[in-house]
């Protein structure tokens, strides 16, 4: 992914075929795990629009493994899908969560590093004075927790406003990361994308 460094996470193990006995085992196959990846983060987003019985049973086993074992088995299934698709979108904010809470310190001092540079940005990121970690954590959350909803291209503006404002931050640093910095900015381009993508009904 562009942006984030995701070679320092753990990388989840891929869900055995136990949880997808619907389609395809994803574990046998990349292009299989990659079209799972992609129907899971619609039936999360758009919810199940026609009363498919296995597009229930399918939501209900991802939602239980979520709760058993953490959102991370799901969103592996998200990290190989271009960055112009839900599933590409839904892994940028996985992603981008998962560094604030491994790193709350860290974020809050480049968001209000890069505040100075991002003044617009940080408007929509929408943070509460000052940005400690926690706020930090705070709102990163409230962002996530937006993908459900009526208004997800709010989530992929408000999420590329904060990681905007962290890329910007972390390249003025004293001990600055530029092309780190610069990967982030690139991730916010790439969600903003997303989010007009959304607007215009074509993120798939």
Same mark, same amino acid.
């Given at each position: 992914m562009e942006g984030l460094t995701v070679a320092d996470f753990d990388?989840?193990?891929?869900?055995? &075929?136990?949880?997808?006995?619907? &389609?395809?085992?994803?574990? !046998?196959d990349p292009s299989e795990a990659t079209a799972a990846g992609h129907r899971i983060a619609n039936l999360l987003v758009r919810g199940i629009k026609e009363p498919a019985h296995e597009d229930h049973e399918l939501v209900d086993r991802v939602l239980h493994l979520a709760d058993e074992e953490g959102i991370g088995v799901i969103a592996e299934l998200w990290s190989r899908a271009a960055a112009d698709s839900l #599933?590409?979108?839904?892994?940028?904010?996985?992603?981008?969560? /998962?560094?604030?809470?491994? &790193?709350?310190?860290?974020?809050?001092? =480049?968001?209000?590093?890069?505040? #100075?540079?991002?003044?617009?940005? =940080?408007? *929509?990121?929408?943070?509460?004075?000052?940005?400690?970690?926690? =706020?930090?954590? #705070? *709102?990163?959350? /409230?962002?996530?927790?937006?993908?459900?909803?009526?208004?997800?291209?709010? /989530?992929?503006?408000?999420?590329?406003?904060? @990681?905007?404002i962290v890329g910007v931050g972390r390249a003025q640093a004293e001990d600055?990361?530029?092309? !780190?910095? #610069?990967? *982030?900015?690139?991730?916010?381009?790439? *969600?903003?994308? @997303?989010? =007009?993508?959304e607007r215009a009904g074509a993120l798939y």
């Open positions: 990388k989840p193990a891929l869900p055995g &075929q136990n949880l997808f006995d619907a &389609q395809p085992d994803p574990a !046998s #599933a590409g979108a839904l892994w940028r904010l996985y992603v981008l969560r /998962t560094w604030v809470h491994r &790193q709350p310190e860290r974020a809050a001092r =480049e968001f209000a590093l890069g505040k #100075a540079y991002a003044p617009v940005q =940080e408007v *929509l990121a929408g943070v509460v004075e000052p940005p400690g970690p926690q =706020e930090v954590v #705070a *709102l990163v959350d /409230t962002v996530v927790r937006g993908i459900v909803g009526d208004h997800f291209d709010v /989530t992929l503006d408000r999420a590329a406003a904060f @990681a905007h600055g990361d530029a092309p !780190s910095g #610069a990967r *982030l900015v690139d991730t916010a381009r790439a *969600l903003r994308r @997303a989010a =007009e993508l």
